[in-house]
């Protein structure tokens, strides 16, 4: 049986639509990742921020003892860096200092080169997200306000990789779910642990 040879027409043509197909993938690829900049000035290239509201929960607690005027309660807005690689939120100094917060004492804090060093941790600050609230302490470092997995889970948040956007949990989308489980353990009384439900 004789093979049927191309003619160099068509080996021509096809060629043609391969180095379009090829230049079409490169420039999908290069538009999926092109380098946006932010406000700041700095390179954001796969990088996820949300709009975050931090209040002085110290001053919540004030307000609601009737020792402070609801319009005295420190707030602080702003864009915030989502870090799944990091464990609690941070704060930069200038912000805490905004927000009036005390700081209670030090942790060690380990970067990912491995290096680490000692920070501030301030007291519980209120952090609230696309309509989702929780509150917790944060370390004092760095330049722009970075929010950690705890924040994250507490408040039952995703990170949409495709649009770099935070979004809830589309298995319940209308508000955080808690979970409450009881773990027994061989005859011993129960123990409780709550946990996020991350469905």
């Given amino acids: 049986m004789s093979k ?12 043609r639509v391969y180095s379009k197909l ?8 290069r538009a999926a990742f092109t380098t946006s900049v932010s406000p700041r000035g700095r390179s ?4 996820v921020r ?32 989502v870090d799944t690689g990091a464990v609690r939120s941070v704060l930069p100094a200038q912000v805490v200092e905004s927000l009036g917060l005390a700081t209670l004492g030090k942790a060690r804090a ?9 920070v501030d941790i301030t007291e519980v600050v209120g952090i609230e997200i696309n309509g989702r609230r929780t509150t917790e302490e944060a370390l004092v470092i760095g330049s722009e306000v970075l929010i950690g997995q705890t924040v994250l889970e507490s ?9 770099r956007t935070v979004v809830g949990n589309p298995a319940h989308p209308d508000q955080p779910i808690i979970k409450i489980k009881a ?7 129960p123990t409780i642990s709550r946990g996020i439900v991350l469905s």
């Fill in 50 to 81: 949300v709009k975050v509201k931090l209040t002085n929960a110290v001053d919540e607690i004030l307000v609601r003892r009737g020792l402070l005027s609801p319009d005295k309660v420190r707030i602080y807005e702003a864009i915030a860096l």
């Fill in 4 to 15: 049927k040879s191309a003619s160099s027409d068509e080996t021509l043509f096809s060629g």
């Fill in 155 to 163: 408040l039952d948040l995703w990170i949409d990789c495709m649009s």
């Fill in 22 to 29: 090829r230049a079409s993938a490169r420039e999908a690829a």
């Fill in 44 to 47: 954001s290239i796969g990088e």
């Fill in 183 to 189: 773990c027994f353990v061989s005859n011993a009384a």
């Fill in 110 to 118: 380990v970067y990912a080169n491995d290096s680490g060093e000692d």
